[in-house]
């Protein structure tokens, strides 16, 4: 026979639950606590999206040009350049994994908090394009309101995907688990913990310095694996619905404050043996970039695909290092600034840069973390 | 629709407002609705065969309500268990049958190639036939009277939060609930909403831990050490257990705020001190039907020793082979029931050990539950095998290849498992189940905290499956 008792008795009874009151209370104070010290426990990339959406209200974003987007801007655009060249001020608001409804949120931001680019360098990754943003909620936390990720959710028909986002976003523990695991992992498994307030300052440097950007020093992106015979695009890329939907929204945004966009189609390094597929998507992304600019009147496309940088100027093969960014950033101001009203254009082509040419001087994050005082690592 | 998944938390947002805010007919049909919905959003071609069963049985019962001559009453009886269990053996163990037919002909050297299935097991199949069934044999044994309502009769069986992987409710108990008018009362609700959350952590926090250290190691038993073959072993014990009693509680809990009291189906049945008290603590429903339908009706302990060891042997066997179509589960279930003979041949023996001390008592009380589980977690290794090869190589490791299982997976079990144990020692010790909720609130506010906390830093998110929906 079994020992435990079946019928115990009733517990004592108690209109209120003082238990779960007790737990909410504890609750909240660990989450206000675990808030208060985000930058322990966000990655660089996830805080990265945090400063945007700061700048985004904040003094920054009245530069005269903005750049939107995602890695693809914001290692490849570099402010320090273009403000050389074009004598105005400009801000990368670029999001490394950036997805549109964020972009959409963060010109929200800026239009509300009364300022106007003159106006936008836009630039966007299409595998980006083509995922379900879900795959970037937990960054989308960092830069959106809660209102703006439910509407995401809706905008998606994803009831999951709303519950998700009330969690990652209401609950700063629950957005950071994978960090706050490996705190407690890492030296389980006798690895060394590195803190993230160490790993983000040199980038939070980069960011400061470089207005916005990250540059990637030459050399130091991660090897192709051997034998790879990867390329990243095909003829069968469609845009994700969501995603077309918010950009969408962004460009109506832009064109209802009256501010030109520049969507630049980023140049990408093609291996020869894959010029081919290259070819074929390009033609599939012209296309939908031409809908898109043929629908919106303040849009003008500047195709940058055939500019024609070596492979050592990429930081990866398709972001560009700190020199290929340079060198991306002067000829798109030499452009802007050689074309009488640009933005009248619906189309230009950007020249092949010459890589012969001198390569402008520009911190990358290694130099950033170099450069680094004692102080500077210890995060507010 | 799993439990621990958004879209079922969205469901039930919606089902427990509207039930309570409707009328009692209404409302046993709007459960009845949400109890379609919920078997349909798994699969809505397998919906007819629940209403089939359903309907089949509703008239079973009618029928043995106006026929009073005992062969035609038993042709009712038949007549239900034959569709009922036809259905289970056609989707559950079609397969099974004819590839081991195969074997046995190509064995005899007849190579017949027969016709195998390509279809998938409805989601609970052998949880609702079972319930189905045991409703017109006690119709037919006069403890209940034939249901006239379909409605409610339905709803007995499509009962949402026990539809899939039970406990298994008997008419006697669930019928009368569904007939009578329920209240809203408070603290049901509030034992309610406990039960979901505690077996959401054992579910999530857990079993979903756990089985991806179980997968990993069970993956590669062929490399492996003792070490970590018997880790894995002790893991899968654990997991099997937090995944159905963690379902079990979550079903309890959701049937508490709907005004419902199901069955208890697990005792602390890792404290047991024998296998007949395991197996009255664990899947307490599945035991208790095969005992009153399968035991009993053999026979039972009626006919002398030789009689009682063999009724014990089928009815283990036959619950063994409940789980699955493969011998590995019927290993297992035969290997329980060579288990509970035993002990019961033993038993004059054992008696005889009555330590006066108390230490001793402890210390023997102690040895015969760690003796215990050990012999159910030979069992478990059976059951989770793929293969005997697979137990082979286990068995192998253990007795021939011993060592110290490595930090990195010993660590982690022991992180899930020493909690739930000390939660266990606690309700053990305090004879109550519901020890913490009779705590003080503070203590309880910790322990709510804490299980948040374990579900929201180490919980696993993906949805995944319990592990007896695939029975």
Redesign the interface.
């Known amino acids: 026979?079994?020992?435990?008792?079946?019928n115990?008795g009733?517990?004592?009874?108690s209109?209120v639950?003082?238990?779960?009151?007790?737990?909410l209370?504890?609750?909240v104070g660990?989450e206000a606590f675990a808030s208060r010290s985000a930058a322990w426990i966000t990655v660089p990339d996830a805080w990265g999206w945090r400063v945007a959406a700061r700048a985004a209200a904040g003094p920054e974003s009245g530069a005269d040009l903005l750049c939107f987007g995602d890695s693809l801007v914001k290692l490849s655009l570099a402010p320090p350049v273009l403000e050389r060249e074009l004598g105005q001020s400009v801000y990368n608001l670029g999001l490394i994994g950036g997805r549109t409804p964020a972009m959409d949120a963060l010109l929200g931001r800026v239009l509300e908090s009364g300022r106007k680019p003159h106006a936008i360098l836009l630039g966007l990754e299409p595998n980006v394009l083509a995922q379900n943003p879900e795959i970037g909620l937990k960054f989308c936390c960092e830069a959106m309101s809660l209102f703006g990720l439910l509407d995401m959710a809706w905008s998606s028909r994803d009831?999951?995907m709303g519950?998700?986002a009330v969690l990652s976003k209401c609950?700063p523990?629950?957005r950071s688990?994978f960090e706050?695991?490996a705190y407690v992992r890492d030296p389980?498994?006798g690895m060394p913990t590195t803190l993230l307030t160490e790993l983000t300052a040199p980038y939070e440097r980069n960011w400061t310095v470089n207005r916005g950007a990250q540059l990637m020093a030459p050399g130091t992106g991660p090897p192709a694996p051997p034998g790879s015979d990867f390329f990243p695009y095909n003829r069968n890329w469609r845009c994700h619905p969501t995603e077309g939907r918010y950009l969408k929204r962004f460009l109506a945004r832009a064109e209802a404050a009256g501010i030109p966009v520049f969507w630049i189609l980023m140049p990408y390094d093609v291996p020869p043996a894959h010029e081919d597929k290259a070819t074929a998507f390009n033609e599939v992304y012209t296309n939908f970039a031409k809908r898109l600019a043929d629908r919106y009147a303040n849009v003008t496309i500047v195709d940058a695909r055939s500019a024609g940088l070596p492979s050592r100027l990429y930081y990866d093969g398709l972001h560009l290092s700190r020199d290929g960014a340079g060198l991306l950033s002067k000829a798109l101001a030499d452009l802007m600034r050689t074309t009488p009203d640009p933005e009248l254009s619906r189309w230009l082509d950007l020249p092949p840069i010459s890589p012969q040419q001198p390569i402008p001087r520009l911190e990358d994050v290694d130099a950033s973390k170099l450069a680094l005082t004692p102080s500077e690592t210890i995060r507010r | 629709m799993l439990f621990n998944?958004?879209?079922f938390?969205?469901f039930f947002l919606i089902v427990f407002p509207v039930y309570w805010l409707l009328p009692h007919r209404a409302r046993t049909a709007f459960l009845l609705a949400a109890g379609y919905y919920f078997y349909a959003s798994w699969d809505w071609r397998f919906l007819s065969l629940l209403i089939l069963s359903t309907v089949m049985d509703y008239g079973c019962g009618l029928a043995l309500g106006k026929i009073e001559t005992p062969r035609h009453r038993k042709m009712f009886v038949a007549l239900s268990m034959v569709l009922n269990l036809g259905m289970l053996g056609f989707f559950k163990y079609f397969n099974f049958f004819t590839e081991n037919l195969q074997v046995l002909l190509a064995n005899s050297g007849l190579n017949v190639p027969l016709w195998q299935l390509e279809v998938a097991l409805p989601i609970g199949i052998s949880f609702y036939t079972f319930q189905s069934m045991s409703y017109v044999i006690d119709v037919y044994r006069r403890d209940i009277p034939p249901k006239r309502n379909l409605i409610e009769f339905a709803t007995f069986v499509s009962f949402f939060p026990h539809l899939v992987a039970g406990p298994i409710m008997r008419p006697t108990t669930l019928l009368p609930q569904i007939e009578t008018p329920r209240q809203f009362n408070?603290?049901q609700f509030?034992?309610g909403?406990y039960l979901i959350f505690w077996g959401l952590t054992k579910k999530i926090v857990i079993a979903d831990n756990l089985a991806m250290i179980v997968n990993d190691l069970f993956g590669r038993s062929g490399s492996i050490d003792g070490g970590l073959a018997l880790l894995a072993i002790y893991a899968f014990a654990f997991q099997i257990y937090c995944d159905f009693s963690g379902y079990t509680d979550v079903a309890r809990g959701v049937s508490k705020c709907l005004g419902f009291e199901l069955a208890?189906n697990f005792?602390?049945p890792y404290f047991a001190t024998s296998p007949k008290?395991f197996w009255?603590?664990w899947h307490i429903s599945l035991s208790t039907w095969l005992r009153d339908y399968l035991y009993i009706p053999l026979g039972g302990n009626r006919g002398g020793m030789a009689m009682m060891y063999r009724n014990l042997l089928l009815t283990m066997m036959i619950g063994g082979l409940w789980h699955g179509a493969a011998w590995t589960f019927i290993l297992w279930g035969t290997y329980h029931g060579l288990w509970l003979v035993g002990h019961r041949m033993a038993q004059p023996l054992l008696d005889k050990i009555q330590p006066t001390n108390r230490g001793d008592r402890l210390a023997w009380k102690l040895f015969r539950m760690a003796a215990t589980f050990h012999f159910v977690c030979f069992g478990w290794l059976l059951f989770r095998a793929t293969s005997l090869t697979q137990v082979g190589e286990m068995l192998n490791a253990i007795l021939y290849h011993m060592a110290l299982p490595a930090?990195?997976y010993l660590?982690p079990v022991l992180a899930v498992v020493l909690p739930l144990l000390a939660i266990q020692v606690w309700?053990?010790g305090a004879?109550?189940?519901?020890a913490i909720?009779?705590a003080p609130?503070?203590v309880?506010?910790?322990i709510?905290?804490a299980c948040?906390?374990a579900i929201?830093?180490?919980g696993e998110f993906q949805g995944s499956q319990f592990i007896y929906f695939q029975f």
């Not at chain 1, 026979?1 to 079946?6: K, L, R």
């Not at chain 2, 004879?431 to 519901?434: A, T």
Request: charged residues 20%; glycine residues 6%; aromatic residues 14%.
């Open positions: 026979m079994p020992e435990m008792d079946p115990p009733p517990r004592r009874p209109r639950p003082w238990g779960v009151a007790g737990t209370v504890l609750i660990i009831a999951s519950a998700k609950l523990t629950y688990r706050i695991r389980l498994h | 998944s958004f879209h938390a969205y408070l603290q509030y034992q909403c208890l005792n602390l008290d009255s603590r930090g990195a660590v309700q053990y004879r109550d189940l519901d909720g009779r609130w503070y309880r506010s910790l709510y905290t948040f906390y929201v830093l180490g």
